[in-house]
């Protein structure tokens, strides 16, 4: 009895850990941080129709507001508001201008927009960046409705003022970030110095996931986050905190920003998918003043996976897609 008595002692001072190790905590729960999700995720499906440039129809995802209190997709910062916008096979709209800023993605369709005297012509993937004041015009030239993601923000009084348009093909840029975050595969469509802190087109590989993580703590209720959207048909889900949601496409979610509620990415289809990241305008911004240096393509030191070569720079300046004259009537 003495003897397997002994043994199991023996035996568990085996498997006892030599110093104490802390196990690995997870992130406090959704209801633990007392933070409801669903606040910071906005679908355009759910949303009211309205009409601006006479005839695009817009369907607001997410609208500023405060993101303790307020009601859903009502987070971004004063004088942000991200849309829908669709315009209808063959409508024009009119020669429009805002005191706006206005940053366009191009989901799907076929068309053009115009200044009164130059044309860019759009398509899938291609990004165009009206500067405030500016006088633009759509045309659908397709048999398909135009679906463009418009997001509007009041320009900071330092930042520089752009005085064109401005139109990128995304297909033409290389890749900034190779699987950061395990799975953010990265191009960058608009830079800081146009007066935002970024506007990404991120993809992912069928069945991965992103790693989640969370954004650092800023207690100012109007502040806004990040916003990520979802641009193609795919099978996606959005993890906030301790919860998932389904994530169809021309929905989004913003990113909490209180440093306890991760957020992550999961593609569960067979495609690879395709996500619009946009990190807030109109707030101060040395890299959008007048005098401010090329924007910096990269994290300093880069990210793990993040790529930093001349020639990938190279092609955020390549990818610029000139006006042609606009033919007369």
Same mark, same amino acid.
């Given at each position: 009895?003495?003897?397997? #008595? /002994?043994?199991?002692?023996?035996?568990?001072?085996?498997?006892?850990?030599?110093?104490?190790?802390?196990?690995?905590?997870?992130?406090?729960?959704?209801?633990?941080? $007392?933070?409801? !999700?669903?606040?910071?995720?906005?679908?355009a499906?759910? %949303?009211?129709?309205? !009409?601006? &440039?006479?005839?695009?129809y817009?369907?607001? !995802?997410? $609208?500023?507001?405060?993101?303790?209190?307020?009601s859903?997709?009502?987070?971004?910062?004063?004088?942000?508001?991200?849309?829908?916008?669709?315009?209808?096979?063959?409508?024009?709209?009119?020669? #429009?201008t805002?005191?706006?800023?206005?940053?366009?993605y191009?989901? /799907?369709?076929? $068309?053009?927009?115009?200044?009164?005297?130059?044309?860019?012509?759009? /398509?899938?993937? !291609?990004?165009?960046?009206?500067?405030?004041?500016?006088? &633009?015009?759509? %045309?659908?030239?397709?048999?398909?409705?135009?679906?463009m993601?418009?997001?509007?923000?009041?320009?900071?009084?330092?930042?520089?003022?752009?005085?064109?348009?401005?139109?990128?093909?995304?297909?033409?840029?290389?890749?900034?970030?190779?699987?950061?975050?395990?799975q &953010?595969?990265?191009?960058?469509?608009?830079?800081?110095?146009?007066?935002v802190?970024?506007?990404?087109?991120?993809?992912?590989?069928?069945?991965?996931?992103?790693?989640?993580?969370?954004s650092?703590?800023?207690?100012?209720?109007?502040?806004?986050?990040?916003?990520?959207?979802?641009?193609?048909?795919?099978?996606?889900?959005?993890?906030? $905190?301790?919860e998932?949601?389904?994530?169809?496409?021309?929905?989004?979610?913003?990113?909490?920003?209180?440093?306890?509620?991760?957020?992550?990415?999961?593609?569960?289809?067979?495609?690879?998918a395709?996500?619009?990241?946009?990190?807030?305008?109109?707030?101060?911004?040395?890299?959008?003043?007048?005098?401010?240096?090329?924007?910096?393509?990269?994290?300093?030191?880069?990210?793990?996976?993040?790529?930093a070569?001349?020639?990938?720079?190279? /092609?955020?300046y390549?990818a610029?897609?000139?006006?042609r004259p606009?033919?007369?009537?």
């Amino acid at each position: 009895m003495r003897a397997k #008595f /002994s043994l199991v002692v023996a035996l568990l001072a085996i498997a006892a850990p030599v110093s104490a190790q802390p196990y690995p905590v997870e992130p406090p729960s959704n209801e633990d941080a $007392g933070i409801s !999700i669903d606040r910071y995720i906005g679908n355009a499906a759910n %949303s009211p129709t309205k !009409i601006s &440039h006479g005839t695009l129809y817009t369907q607001r !995802i997410f $609208g500023e507001g405060d993101k303790t209190t307020g009601s859903a997709g009502s987070v971004l910062a004063p004088g942000q508001q991200t849309d829908l916008a669709t315009v209808m096979p063959r409508d024009v709209t009119s020669l #429009f201008t805002t005191s706006k800023q206005l940053i366009f993605y191009v989901e /799907s369709g076929k $068309g053009r927009i115009d200044d009164g005297k130059q044309f860019w012509d759009l /398509s899938s993937g !291609i990004g165009v960046l009206v500067p405030a004041n500016l006088a &633009h015009r759509f %045309s659908n030239t397709g048999d398909e409705p135009l679906k463009m993601i418009m997001y509007s923000f009041t320009p900071w009084s330092g930042a520089r003022m752009m005085k064109d348009i401005v139109v990128r093909d995304s297909h033409k840029l290389q890749m900034i970030e190779n699987n950061v975050h395990w799975q &953010h595969n990265t191009k960058l469509l608009f830079g800081s110095e146009f007066g935002v802190g970024r506007v990404l087109v991120i993809t992912f590989g069928p069945m991965t996931i992103a790693g989640p993580h969370a954004s650092p703590d800023n207690p100012d209720p109007k502040s806004g986050g990040v916003q990520w959207i979802n641009v193609s048909d795919s099978q996606m889900l959005m993890q906030l $905190g301790s919860e998932i949601r389904r994530w169809p496409i021309n929905t989004g979610f913003v990113t909490p920003q209180n440093g306890k509620t991760v957020h992550g990415r999961i593609n569960v289809g067979d495609t690879i998918a395709t996500t619009l990241f946009i990190s807030g305008g109109g707030l101060p911004n040395p890299a959008a003043a007048a005098d401010a240096p090329p924007p910096a393509f990269w994290h300093d030191p880069p990210l793990k996976g993040e790529m930093a070569t001349p020639t990938i720079a190279k /092609s955020y300046y390549e990818a610029l897609v000139p006006g042609r004259p606009l033919p007369k009537p």
